[in-house]
């Protein structure tokens, strides 16, 4: 039986109009004015928006694979409904492989984990952590698999490659049109500040973001950048957090470099003053890089204003306080890095963007959705309300209020960053692939996510 929408007002990155959409099966069949009911359930959404089914480029839903007091709180099965409850339809999950392990089996483990577990449809960016010729010959064998997209990291001692391995790993995804995501941060210079404050008994999370400071990531994001130019690759700067940070993007740009900035929410309505809460509180905002200063946050959200900015994921990795944090009592050092927030972007972006004027809802579907979707190769099956696209919409109610609350979140996390926050706009119903998977913020269908599979220019 087909699904008729009728009385809302279908929003993409360019325009908003007042058309109903007809989905039959997994797709949207047809769109118009007044269309006739003919043997279709009607849903009245008359008052409210339909947007495209929001994609999350940058999750860590299974980072160490749930194993030991360093996996993450979250898996699958908890972080996809967090993420549908609320809009968000597909996500990107970083795929980590551990040391010594082929990019293949990394891929195997990370369909185990997810198939027949994720309410939302996903994919993976395959992250390299190390370099060498079995690895290298895997770069080909991941883009006909459908993962057209790799993370490297710059920090971190267990993930990190050197300059001259990001040269050779960008030369081999260039051959194949892939698409490269980089964590930029000098970790040499993290590990020196890090030991120069331990060693100080300098210990508490206040000190996380004296260790990280904006020069650390903007000179490795300029570094990144000289070495994507040597290989004439496009690439993606993922949770880019400082003003520093993007005025050297903006150098590369304007040497006629293409560069894609990926921005989190929490960089844009939270700030390092947390860092200084009492007690240990503190390290509920111990991520990488760290919150930054106001004058970052105003920086930022000018960027996403003009465009310079060009979409905004979560890095959603989900940590408890107790008992995961808290490992870092004596030490801020040992505290695990990331935050939730998988559940929690639409609501913030539509309320501290949307709402203050500051964007347009437009704008939030290209942040959002749209421009994800192309730049990840999945539009436009996903990423816009047309004929022929998955039906992945939200029924987005504009006119709800909420506080955001621990208590009350579906990610299975004892905390939430945004605890306390008000928010106005929610996802009053959610479909995927012409599937009613939520309601007023409840999964009501679960476990119906399934891979999708990106073709790189190179298959085209
Ligand atoms: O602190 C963070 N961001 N943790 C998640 C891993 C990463 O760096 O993206
Ligand atoms: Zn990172
Ligand atoms: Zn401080
Ligand atoms: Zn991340």
């Known amino acids: 039986m087909s699904i008729l929408f009728k009385g809302g007002t279908v929003v993409s990155a360019k325009d908003r109009r007042q058309v109903d959409v007809r989905i039959d099966g997994e797709k949207i069949i047809e769109m118009g004015t007044n269309l006739k009911t003919k043997d279709s359930n009607i849903v009245d959404v008359s008052g409210c928006f339909l947007l495209p089914g929001f994609i999350d480029a940058h999750t860590h839903l299974e980072l160490n694979n749930g194993k030991g007091s360093m996996g993450t709180a979250d898996n699958f099965y908890t972080g996809s409904k967090a993420a549908v409850a609320k809009g968000t339809t597909t996500v990107i999950d970083m795929a980590t492989p551990s040391k010594g392990s082929s990019l293949k089996d990394c891929l195997k483990v990370w369909d185990q984990l ?156 939270l700030d390092d003053h947390l860092y200084d809460g009492p007690e240990f509180e503190g390290a509920k905002y111990v991520c990488s890089p760290p919150l930054r200063k106001i004058s970052d946050q105003k920086a930022l959200w000018d960027g996403v204003i003009n465009g310079q ?100 979140q579906l990610q299975n996390v004892d905390y939430t960053p945004y605890d306390g926050m008000q928010t106005t706009g929610s996802a009053k119903s959610v479909y995927l692939r012409g599937q009613k998977i939520a309601e007023e913020g409840q999964v009501v269908l679960e476990k119906q996510g399934k891979f999708i599979f990106r073709k790189s220019t190179k298959n085209n």
């Open 114 to 269: 997810a198939r027949g577990n994720s309410s939302c449809d996903y994919t993976y960016h395959m992250s390299i952590i190390e370099w060498n010729p079995s690895i290298k010959a895997e770069i080909n064998e991941m883009i006909d698999a459908g993962i057209t997209s790799f993370k490297m990291y710059m920090a971190y001692d267990n993930l990190r490659t050197t300059d001259g391995e990001i040269f050779e790993a960008m030369s081999e995804i260039r051959k194949f049109q892939g698409m490269l995501g980089i964590h930029c941060e000098n970790g040499d210079m993290v590990n020196k500040m890090i030991a120069k404050f331990v060693a100080e008994g300098k210990r508490s999370p206040h000190y996380h973001p004296l260790t990280r400071p904006d020069s650390v990531e903007a000179e490795a994001v300029e570094r990144y950048l000289m070495i994507a130019d040597l290989v004439g690759l496009s690439v993606n700067i993922v949770h880019l957090s400082s003003k520093r940070s993007l005025e050297a993007v903006q150098r590369a740009r304007a040497r006629n470099q293409k560069v894609y900035v990926e921005t989190c929410p929490q960089y844009l309505v």
């Open 309 to 408: 900015v060009n979409t905004i994921s979560t890095d959603h990795c989900s940590f408890n306080f107790e008992g995961q944090k808290t490992i870092g009592k004596d030490d801020f050092s040992k505290i695990p890095n990331g935050m939730p927030g998988v559940e929690t972007r639409p609501e913030l972006i539509y309320t501290y963007g949307v709402t203050t004027g500051k964007i347009s809802l437009e704008r939030m579907i290209g942040l959002l959705s749209e421009d994800i979707a192309k730049q990840f190769s999945m539009y436009p099956q996903k990423g816009i309300i047309q004929v022929g696209s998955d039906a992945d919409i939200v029924v987005w109610d504009p006119n709800t209020t909420g506080i955001i609350s621990a208590t009350t």
